[in-house]
């Protein structure tokens, strides 16, 4: 690894820093541990930069600030932590439905309710199946570490504009709070032509531009969202990502995403030190999601495979859906704020292999 | 990998600490990370702070059994010293700390860091006397890493604090 140009930097902190270095100067919070730095670390830049930085009176005026900050045509975003994206599920779903790019970050935290502030990755359902109601999707991606966290918003806000949908990056308190070596990338910025529907001022010489989610004819709505259903299907063939550790000869799999996935990759290692043939799948997007690779490990005739999250079990689910019956599926979890330890990961793995060497 | 877990006090310089750590093997090409712990604790509890150093990816970020153990406060130690993996390392500030460690299987130092500091005219930078027995006992890096360690982890605009951080490390080094 190279210190060249490498800093120490917080993950809040990297995160919002390569927000504003991605073209996004407009932000609009509300406070909630553990991404508070993001807040903080906006309010401090963006004056400097002829910026907005907005400390909202609530979530949900967070959110609508920004709908009406994409709908002239900006990269904008808001950041928050578990309780407060609920709050924000409906601002979601009507940028959503109004095909507007922006990015939403959730730090997330041991729920439900207010819960408590440690990590936790129990908000997967959310982001994957209802982040806001109706026929929708948006964009999610999991960072394992703070560099990847920095190099996926970049990502993040050029797949929202590309596709005019809302991203979202599912980070947790580990990945918000601790410090890893980061240096940004040096990228130019991409531009996207939004004049063809931002309401940026027409000047009376074309047809004013209208950003709704609402269409009251039935048959209207639904080709509306048939269009939007295409764009999710190039989405689906064009950027679903994932990585795959030590799956070359694995025949049993583990699958994790985000900060988890660093600590089953120690476990892994582990594993295999003990003649364990075990590989790990991880997915670095959560929508749309990795089906493929993991198909393809049952299709080769994996033995067994194991979802490790810090939930009671969410994405699970999906590791079942690809799986489709052709090997046992099981889970391990944390769930509250606790996180899951590497010895309690090897452990798992051992249960899973059985005798199995 | 080196594992190390720096409890104390809010405000005794726990991450500070563990920060110029971290920077040190960073400047070395080593992996890295630095999590502290957050929340409720920090008003009036036990702060601490996790650091690992290595040359490999680092997988949880989390101690939980440190090979090194600083401990500035009596919580800190009454909680941790039992966790310190066998064949570990324990600093000690003596002068918040009057227990001493029945353990057999780990090396521990007990160091009189706030009287010194106090002393030495070092007020407020007990951590960095521990600090510097570590680098003693432990070996984390070079010297002339940490002293630019320290230097980027003390702000552009009080640079003049370099000089009795690094005394401070200097000074633990020889306790």
């Given amino acids: 690894m190279s210190s060249t140009q490498k800093m120490l930097m917080k993950g809040n902190e990297a995160l919002a820093e390569a927000a504003i270095q991605a073209g996004c100067h407009h932000f609009f919070g509300y406070p909630i541990t553990p991404q508070t730095e993001v807040a903080a670390y906006m309010a401090k830049k963006m004056p400097k930069i ?76 959310q ?4 982040p806001g109601h109706g026929d929708l999707h948006v964009l999610v991606f999991a960072p394992s570490s703070i560099q990847e966290m920095v190099d996926m918003v970049f990502d993040a806000f050029d797949l929202a504009d590309c596709y005019r949908m809302p991203a979202m990056i599912l980070a947790d308190g580990m990945l918000g709070q601790m410090m890893e070596p980061i240096s940004f990338p040096e990228k130019q910025v991409k531009t996207y032509d939004k004049s063809g529907w931002s309401t940026s001022g027409h000047q009376h010489k074309r047809a004013h531009h209208i950003v709704n989610s609402l269409y009251l004819q039935p048959e209207e709505l639904e080709a509306k969202i048939l269009e939007r259903f295409q764009r999710y299907e190039e989405v689906k063939a064009k950027h679903t990502r994932c990585e795959e550790y030590l799956m070359e000869d694995a025949e049993y799999v583990v699958v994790a995403y985000g900060a988890t996935s660093r600590i089953v990759r120690s476990s892994v290692n582990s594993a295999r030190e003990k003649g364990i043939k075990v590989g790990l799948i991880r997915p670095l997007t959560l929508w749309p999601y990795p089906y493929a690779p ?19 079990g969410q994405m699970v689910d999906d590791v079942r859906i690809a799986v489709n019956g052709r090997a046992p599926v099981s889970f391990f979890g944390r769930t509250g704020g606790v996180i899951p330890t590497p010895a309690e990961v090897l452990s798992e793995i051992e249960k899973m292999a059985g005798g199995d060497r | 990998m080196l594992s190390i877990l720096l409890a104390g006090f809010g405000g005794q310089g726990v991450l500070f600490a563990g920060k110029i750590m971290a920077y040190s093997g960073l400047i070395e090409d080593q992996y890295v990370s630095w999590l502290p712990s957050y929340g409720p604790e920090m008003r009036g509890g036990t702060a601490n702070c996790s650091v690992c150093i290595s040359d490999e990816p680092i997988g949880s970020p989390l101690v939980l059994n440190p090979d090194v153990l600083v401990a500035m406060n009596l919580p800190s130690y009454d909680k941790f010293i039992d966790k310190v993996a066998p064949g570990g390392i324990a600093v000690v500030d003596s002068s918040l700390i009057a227990k001493k460690s029945d353990r057999t299987d780990i090396s521990c130092f007990y160091v009189p860091a706030t009287e010194k ?6 007020k407020g930078l007990s951590n960095n006397i521990l600090l510097g027995k570590v680098l003693q006992e432990a070996k984390f890096a070079s010297l002339e890493t940490v002293e630019a360690a320290v230097a980027k982890c003390v702000p552009p605009k009080k640079q003049h604090l370099l000089e009795p951080n690094m005394r401070a490390i200097k000074l633990g080094m020889s306790l």
């Fill in chain 2, 117 to 122: 500091a106090d002393s030495e005219g070092l």
């Fill in chain 1, 50 to 125: 002829g910026g907005t930085y907005m400390q909202a009176e609530s979530e949900i005026a967070a959110i609508n600030m920004v709908y009406g900050a994409a709908s002239a045509g900006v990269r904008a975003m808001t950041s928050s932590s578990s309780p407060g994206i609920s709050l924000k599920s409906e601002g979601i779903s009507y940028l959503a439905g109004s095909d507007l790019p922006c990015l939403i970050v959730n730090v997330q935290r041991g729920s439900p309710g207010l819960g408590g502030i440690q990590p936790s990755q129990a908000d997967y359902w």
């Fill in chain 1, 294 to 312: 993991i198909e393809k490990a049952a299709e080769r005739g994996a033995k067994a495979f194991l979802s490790v999250e810090m939930s009671m």
């Fill in chain 1, 127 to 130: 982001a994957t199946r209802a």
